[in-house]
Structure formats: C-alpha cells, structure tokens
Nanobody
Framework: QVQLVESGGGLVQAGGSLRLSCAAS????????MGWFRQAPGKEREFVAA????????YYAESVKGRFTISRDNAKNTMYLQMNSLKPEDTAVYYC??????????????WGQGTQVTVSS
C-alpha cells in the first residue's frame, strides 16, 4: 500500500511558477513509477507527466513540455512537479499517482487527494 499526499498548490498569476510535492508513505516508494495528472472543471482527468522508479524515463504531455519538470527524491519518498510559465489553462486540481508500470494513462494503482492550482490572467 502507498499513500500519497500532494501539496504546494495555490493561486498564481499567469507567467508565474509553483512547485508541487507528492509525499508518499511506505518503504517501497522507490520501486514505483509515478505520475502527475490534472482535472479542470468540466473536463476529464488528463496526463501531465510521469517518471520511472529511477528517473531514467520521463514523459510529458505536449501542453506542458518545456514549462514543467517532474523529478523525484527516493531518499525522501517525494516526487515534485516544477511548473513555470503558468497559463490560465493550467488551472486544475493536480493529482499524483503511483503504479508498478510507467504509463501515460490513468491506470495507476494509488492516487492522492489532489491540490488545487489556479492561474489568474
């Protein structure tokens, strides 16, 4: 079992930056692939970024490439999402997820409760 808790969301102006964190419980964090997803009001949850257990493979959605950076610190059981050059369309609830297989879809085993990111124009 893995429990995930996101933090770092908030209100920011367009062009600003935020850093999200996802803290995981359990001793097996380092064996899991991790991902970030987001869901805007009235829209389906969408893939943002994913990182393999050893950070050797990283994927991004086209909409965030060059602006967002995913990373992880296995010693701290924590994953991060550095978000720069934020746009109003980035406004959403951001979720972290953990799973045995690195994916760009929703088929992860464990999910956090989400953290709200709001970007004002």
């Amino acid at each position: 079992q893995v429990q995930l808790v996101e933090s770092g969301g908030g209100l920011v102006q367009a062009g600003g930056s935020l850093r999200l964190s996802c803290a995981a419980s359990g001793r097996t964090f380092s064996t899991y692939a991790m991902g970030w997803f987001r869901q805007a009001p009235g829209k389906e949850r969408e893939f943002v970024a994913a990182i393999s257990w050893n950070s050797g493979n990283i994927y991004y959605a086209e909409s965030v490439k060059g602006r967002f950076t995913i990373s992880r610190d296995n010693a701290k059981n924590t994953m991060y999402l550095q978000m720069n050059s934020l746009k109003p369309e980035d406004t959403a609830v951001y979720y972290c997820a953990a799973g045995r297989i690195l994916r760009e879809n929703n088929a992860y085993d464990y999910w956090g409760q989400g953290t709200q990111v709001t970007v004002s124009s």
